[in-house]
């Protein structure tokens, strides 16, 4: 029986675990054939975003990045271009591939305000949690209690926007987007997904 809670203690107990396949970064538009090849094959993508934060009241930005993990690499989208925010766009409209995260409402949300698209095929694997009674529904949290390791979080809060990303940010956000699709995988073989 899988357990229903984890405590911080717990979680700070496991082992650290970072994405450590390739991940590339798409910052120009001739860099999105490889990865929307990749990711066209897949039937299943880990999917989160990042968005530089806001420090002042009333302050507010888009998303930054759109990061999407195959069962092969993790790749880091720059969605602040047009030509990039649409090939996203076209991989979340796309039936025949899941796109597993957590709070995807949102991450969509936010998308929509930089590029149109009717997303298809979501799975959000914290209102999965949810719905099967679980309180803490975090990719942290859900790493913790289904894969038995801790996701570092320090690099949340840097500047998403900077056109060249840190070596820290790079592992961050694959490492979300991996832990995902991660997830969606461990949640199916528990028979969670439904």
């Known amino acids: 029986m899988q ?7 717990a979680i700070n107990a496991l082992p650290i675990r970072r994405y450590e396949g390739p991940v ?7 860099e999105l054939a490889p990865a929307m090849a990749d990711i066209l094959q897949e039937t299943l993508v880990g999917f ?37 925010a649409a090939a996203v766009a076209r991989m979340l409209a796309e039936e025949r591939i899941v796109k597993a995260g957590v709070g995807m409402a949102d991450d969509l949300k936010s998308l929509k ?3 149109a698209f009717h997303e298809k095929s979501i799975a959000d694997v914290g209102a999965l949690a949810q719905r099967h009674g679980l ?9 913790g209690l289904f894969l038995g390791f801790r996701i570092p979080k320090g690099t949340k809060t840097s500047n998403w926007a900077r ?4 070596e820290q940010q790079i592992v961050y956000a694959a490492t979300d987007a991996w832990a995902c ?8 073989e528990l028979g969670l997904t439904i």
């Open 48 to 84: 989160d975003t990042e968005t530089r934060p806001a420090f002042r009241p009333g302050e507010s930005y888009p998303p930054s990045l759109a990061q999407v993990a195959t069962g092969r690499a993790v790749y880091l989208f720059q969605v602040r271009h047009a030509e990039i």
């Open 24 to 30: 590339s970064v798409i910052a120009a538009p001739h």
């Open 163 to 166: 056109q060249k990303l840190s």
């Open 3 to 9: 357990p229903r809670i984890i405590s911080r203690e």
């Open 135 to 143: 309180k803490q529904s975090g990719v942290r949290n859900l790493a």
């Open 113 to 115: 305000k930089i590029v």
């Open 181 to 188: 699709r991660e997830l969606y995988l461990k949640f199916r």
